[in-house]
Nanobody, 119 residues
Framework: QLQLVESGGGLVQPGGSLRLSCAAS????????IGWFRQAPGKEREGVSC????????KYADSVKGRFTASRDNAENTMYLQMNSLKPEDTGVYFC????????????WGLGTQVTVSS
């Protein structure tokens, strides 16, 4: 069964940090770009970051630049999103996705993990 599973979400105070993980099973992520998306209540899903298949190129939404860092460990078939200096507006369900390339279509979606930033 091909699937992506996110983990690492939770409740954190403003200014805090979380590290999300995205593990793949049933297929290798080596040849895919990995995107992170989020969806806040009542809002559309938005792109947060994307890292190329070899990890040589990473893109971020303006709203998270300088605070979030995407990385990948192809040997472990796992991707990460380090989130620092979290703000209440970062609250939402975070999804990882496998794409053929960063501006391409999503081929596989994860189920999502909830991130709540609140005091």
């Amino acid at each position: 069964q091909l699937q992506l599973v996110e983990s690492g979400g939770g409740l954190v105070q403003p200014g805090g940090s979380l590290r999300l993980s995205c593990a793949a099973s049933g297929f290798t992520l080596d040849y895919y770009a990995i995107g992170w998306f989020r969806q806040a209540p009542g809002k559309e899903r938005e792109g947060v970051s994307c890292i190329s298949s070899k990890g040589g190129s990473t893109k971020y939404a303006d709203s998270v630049k300088g605070r979030f860092t995407a990385s990948r460990d192809n040997a472990e078939n796992t991707m990460y999103l380090q989130m620092n200096s979290l703000k209440p507006e970062d609250t939402g369900v975070y999804f990882c996705a496998a794409l053929s390339y960063c501006s391409g279509y999503v081929q596989y979606w994860g189920l999502g993990t909830q991130v709540t930033v609140s005091s």
